[in-house]
Protein backbone atom coordinates (compact mmCIF):
# COMPACT_ATOMS: atom_id res chain seq x y z
CA UNK A 1 0.00 0.00 0.00
CA UNK A 2 3.24 2.58 0.76
CA UNK A 3 3.62 2.24 -2.89
CA UNK A 4 0.04 3.35 -4.32
CA UNK A 5 0.59 5.91 -1.18
CA UNK A 6 3.94 7.08 -2.68
CA UNK A 7 2.85 7.19 -6.46
CA UNK A 8 -0.12 9.70 -5.44
CA UNK A 9 1.93 12.09 -3.63
CA UNK A 10 4.21 12.13 -6.39
CA UNK A 11 1.07 12.79 -8.57
CA UNK A 12 -0.37 15.29 -6.37
CA UNK A 13 2.99 17.18 -6.72
CA UNK A 14 3.51 16.62 -10.50
CA UNK A 15 -0.32 18.52 -10.30
CA UNK A 16 0.95 21.21 -8.58
CA UNK A 17 3.85 21.19 -10.08
CA UNK A 18 1.85 21.77 -13.53
CA UNK A 19 -1.01 24.35 -11.87
CA UNK A 20 2.14 26.63 -11.19
CA UNK A 21 3.63 26.50 -14.20
CA UNK A 22 0.53 27.16 -15.85
CA UNK A 23 -0.15 30.62 -14.01
CA UNK A 24 3.47 31.21 -15.05
CA UNK A 25 3.32 31.06 -18.48
CA UNK A 26 0.02 32.59 -18.65
CA UNK A 27 2.22 35.49 -17.51
CA UNK A 28 4.48 35.23 -20.26
CA UNK A 29 3.41 36.80 -23.95
CA UNK A 30 4.80 35.56 -27.44
CA UNK A 31 5.08 38.47 -30.08
CA UNK A 32 4.23 37.32 -33.60
CA UNK A 33 4.17 40.19 -36.53
CA UNK A 34 3.13 39.77 -40.12
CA UNK A 35 3.62 42.59 -43.00
CA UNK A 36 7.12 43.09 -42.56
CA UNK A 37 5.83 44.35 -38.85
CA UNK A 38 3.24 46.52 -39.66
CA UNK A 39 0.52 44.28 -37.40
CA UNK A 40 1.92 42.88 -34.66
CA UNK A 41 0.08 40.85 -31.99
CA UNK A 42 0.99 39.56 -28.43
CA UNK A 43 -0.48 36.84 -27.04
CA UNK A 44 -0.03 35.04 -23.86
CA UNK A 45 0.94 31.24 -22.67
CA UNK A 46 -3.22 30.77 -22.11
CA UNK A 47 -3.46 31.02 -25.81
CA UNK A 48 -5.17 34.44 -25.43
CA UNK A 49 -4.57 37.74 -27.43
CA UNK A 50 -3.29 40.39 -25.06
CA UNK A 51 -2.84 43.27 -27.68
CA UNK A 52 -2.49 43.94 -31.63
CA UNK A 53 -0.20 46.35 -32.43
CA UNK A 54 -1.31 48.25 -36.19
CA UNK A 55 0.99 50.65 -37.99
CA UNK A 56 -1.53 53.18 -39.29
CA UNK A 57 -0.03 53.31 -42.52
CA UNK A 58 -1.43 49.78 -43.37
CA UNK A 59 -5.23 51.44 -42.51
CA UNK A 60 -6.48 51.84 -46.03
CA UNK A 61 -10.55 51.88 -46.23
CA UNK A 62 -10.24 50.79 -49.86
CA UNK A 63 -9.07 47.47 -49.06
CA UNK A 64 -10.03 46.25 -45.54
CA UNK A 65 -9.20 43.17 -46.49
CA UNK A 66 -5.29 43.21 -46.50
CA UNK A 67 -5.29 44.77 -42.72
CA UNK A 68 -7.69 41.74 -41.85
CA UNK A 69 -5.22 39.19 -43.53
CA UNK A 70 -2.50 40.79 -41.75
CA UNK A 71 -4.34 40.82 -38.43
CA UNK A 72 -4.91 36.91 -38.98
CA UNK A 73 -1.63 36.22 -39.66
CA UNK A 74 -0.02 37.64 -37.11
CA UNK A 75 -2.78 36.31 -34.15
CA UNK A 76 -2.37 33.08 -35.73
CA UNK A 77 1.67 33.01 -35.56
CA UNK A 78 1.47 34.49 -32.31
CA UNK A 79 -0.99 31.40 -30.80
CA UNK A 80 1.27 29.13 -33.01
CA UNK A 81 4.27 30.02 -30.95
CA UNK A 82 2.93 30.51 -27.34
CA UNK A 83 1.77 26.92 -27.73
CA UNK A 84 4.87 25.62 -28.84
CA UNK A 85 6.19 27.78 -25.55
CA UNK A 86 3.89 26.15 -23.15
CA UNK A 87 4.77 22.86 -25.49
CA UNK A 88 8.79 23.18 -24.39
CA UNK A 89 7.99 24.50 -20.77
CA UNK A 90 5.78 21.34 -19.70
CA UNK A 91 8.15 19.05 -21.41
CA UNK A 92 10.70 20.44 -19.43
CA UNK A 93 8.30 19.20 -16.46
CA UNK A 94 7.20 16.16 -17.43
CA UNK A 95 10.70 14.95 -18.91
CA UNK A 96 11.60 13.04 -16.15
CA UNK A 97 8.12 10.93 -16.26
CA UNK A 98 9.14 8.55 -18.98
CA UNK A 99 5.83 8.84 -20.82
CA UNK A 100 4.07 11.79 -23.25
CA UNK A 101 0.86 12.05 -22.40
CA UNK A 102 -1.12 12.82 -25.36
CA UNK A 103 -3.09 15.69 -25.96
CA UNK A 104 -2.32 17.10 -22.19
CA UNK A 105 -0.98 20.41 -23.82
Known amino acids: MSKLGNIMRQAQ ?4 KMADMQKELAARTCEASAGGGMVT ?10 SVR ?5 IDAK ?5 QDLVVAAVNEGLRRSKQMVSEEM ?3 T ?7 PGLF
Do not use: F
Open 41 to 50: AAVNGAQEVV
Open 63 to 67: DPEML
Open 54 to 58: IDPSV
Open 91 to 93: GKL
Open 13 to 16: KMQE
Open 95 to 101: SGLGVNI
